[in-house]
């Protein structure tokens, strides 16, 4: 019933964001692009009034960047973790669709803060800001934040098929059309090297783990026993396995009409590792090479990100 509530708020919500004029489809805001169908001026104003709390589990990713996938599999360890009983956890997402909470902390209306206040704990917070953008309590309380990142190429293959499936900007009709805005940071939430800059400040803070998409998809297992020890999700080794089936892209791409309606054709398209060399030009992939080149290549986080094995060949 809860589920079956957010897929009808989020198909409204696209039918709704359809009837926008397409030269108003994004909008500017304290200089980052913004798209008009889920955020509004008013929330972005007031989101440092955001009160977080300490044990709030809180992911972060860029556009693309695989938060869709982490974010459930985030769900999966909480109720699985024992902290939340069946019956509790249905009474929690029963709360959220009550509520009428989109699943991303920057979304949705300005009176979105007030209500967020009565979810239960632990309250899962999904974001796409980047850290000088985040509201300022969830640092000051230390709540747990969980970093997502993935190689550039793909996510930018990724977010052209969202964009073009969702309408984000219509004139874009092409990857060649697309390419240049994206290099150049002129597409909601900006330029994703910028956001690696950021939180490269933020390397050494306890509170804060890293991750990347490649290694969730490389080692599972691991990755998810590292996610669980990092949250204090008490989770068994069969339990893992389960949630790793559950989370699989095909079984969430097969359930995606049900927990994301419409949306979900967009949100699931591959989600495999290289699908940039089907679509990146030659002197596309020299524009991106130097970009990241130039910029984020000789920072610690950048080379966690592993560029030259993702990115080059």
Not at 78 to 97: H, L, N, P, V
Not at 140 to 168: C, E, W
Request: hydrophobic share 35%; net charge neutral.
């Amino acid at each position: 019933m809860a589920q079956k509530g957010l897929t009808e708020f989020l198909n409204k919500t696209l039918a709704e964001g359809e009837k926008i004029a397409p030269a108003e489809r994004l909008f500017l805001y304290n200089g980052g692009l913004y798209p008009a169908m889920v955020c509004r001026p008013e929330t972005l104003k007031i989101l440092d009034t955001f009160e977080a709390r300490s044990d709030d589990v809180v992911l972060v990713g860029y556009p693309k960047t695989g938060t869709n996938w982490v974010g459930q599999i985030l769900t999966e360890l909480a109720t699985a973790s024992g902290k939340y009983g069946e019956e509790e956890w249905k009474q929690k997402q029963q709360k959220e669709q009550e509520l009428k909470l989109f699943p991303y902390l920057e979304f949705g209306d300005p009176d979105k803060f007030e209500r967020m206040k009565k979810l239960p704990s632990r309250r899962i917070i999904k974001t796409h800001l980047a850290p000088q953008k985040i509201p300022k309590s969830i640092l000051q309380k230390k709540a747990k934040i969980l970093v997502l990142f993935r190689n550039p190429k793909d996510t930018a293959v990724s977010y052209f098929h969202f964009a073009k499936g969702m309408k984000l900007r219509p004139s874009e009709e092409t990857w060649n059309e697309f390419f240049p805005d994206y290099i150049s940071g002129k597409v909601p939430y900006g330029l994703y090297v910028d956001h690696i800059i950021e939180w490269n400040k933020y390397l050494d803070d306890k509170n804060i783990m890293f991750i990347t998409y490649e290694e969730i998809k490389e080692n599972g297992t691991l990755a998810l026993k590292q996610i669980a020890e990092f949250f204090d999700f008490s989770v068994s080794e069969q339990e893992i396995q389960s949630i790793m089936e559950k989370t699989s892209f095909q079984a969430m791409k097969e359930k995606s009409p049900e927990t994301h309606g419409v949306m979900g054709k967009s949100l699931f398209r591959k989600g495999i590792v290289g699908d940039w060399k089907n679509v990146f030009s030659e002197s596309q992939n020299e524009e991106m090479d130097q970009k990241f080149e130039e910029n984020a290549a000789r920072t610690k986080l950048g080379m966690m990100l592993k560029y030259e094995e993702y990115c080059k060949g």
